[in-house]
T-cell receptor, first 114, second 112 residues
Framework: GAVVSQHPSRVICKSGTSVKIECRSL??????MFWYRQFPKQSLMLMAT?????????EQGVEKDKFLINHASLTLSTLTVTSAHPEDSSFYIC??????????FGSGTRLTVV | DAKTTQPPSMDCAEGRAANLPCNHS???????VYWYRQIHSQGPQYIIH???NNETNEMASLIITEDRKSSTLILPHATLRDTAVYYC?????????????FGSGTQLTVLP
């Protein structure tokens, strides 16, 4: 089946630094990639939607200059958390859309900002 | 997208069937019912989806009521590895690139 590879699985960074999270669709072309974040004991919240070759669409309340999304190819999308702060500590998950029905999720990235 | 309502938690004995209910009383005719699950600290995993007919695959069965206002996900022989949060999601499949919207889900705990 369709697989989305997400790296890194865990990252700890210092406050003020930037972190890049990669998602690759291994056996399908993801024209659309969704980025979610999940705080402890909460559900997944959509942050942004990216379409290959165009600018991402951000949900209300998500700072586009802080969470940079690049979807330069049909198999790779990246999320860069810039100038990270402790409140950005969360579980980040990407999801690639395949065809009409398929949504395949990455395994998630646990970000801890210290 | 139609709103869904699920019980916050359920327990099930290992080896028994787990029946997870979902209410989606405002579902529209073009909206599918999707089920995903999320094991702790992992990404969501697709289980099954359906429109109006009952569906079965190697993981589970999906029973949708005739009026489509509710559905039940059935794990026929639950194992400890089925312990997870189960999400029932309703959304149209019109070809548009719309996201899945997650509610709070049901925490299923399979007990030994």
């Amino acid at each position: 089946g369709a697989v989305v590879s997400q790296h890194p699985s865990r990252v700890i960074c210092k406050s003020g630094t930037s972190v890049k999270i990669e998602c690759r669709s291994l056996d399908f072309q993801a024209t659309t990639m969704f980025w979610y974040r999940q705080f402890p004991k909460q559900s997944l919240m959509l942050m942004a939607t990216s379409n290959e070759g165009s600018k991402a669409t951000y949900e209300q309340g998500v700072e586009k200059d802080k969470f940079l999304i690049n979807h330069a190819s049909l198999t790779l999308s990246t999320l860069t958390v810039t100038s990270a702060h402790p409140e950005d500590s969360s579980f980040y998950i990407c999801s690639g859309k395949q065809g009409i029905y398929g949504y395949t999720f990455g395994s998630g990235t646990r970000l801890t900002v210290v | 997208d139609a709103k869904t309502t699920q019980p916050p938690s359920m327990d099930c004995a290992e080896g028994r069937a787990a029946n997870l209910p979902c209410n989606h009383s405002t579902i529209s005719g073009n909206e599918y019912v999707y089920w995903y699950r999320q094991i702790h600290s992992q990404g969501p995993q697709y289980i099954i989806h359906g429109l109006k007919n009952n569906e079965t695959n190697e993981m589970a069965s999906l029973i949708i009521t005739e009026d489509r206002k509710s559905s039940t996900l059935i794990l026929p022989h639950a194992t400890l590895r089925d312990t997870a949060v189960y999400y029932c999601i309703v959304r149209p499949t019109s070809g548009s690139a719309r996201q899945l919207t997650f509610g709070s889900g049901t925490q299923l705990t399979v007990l030994p």
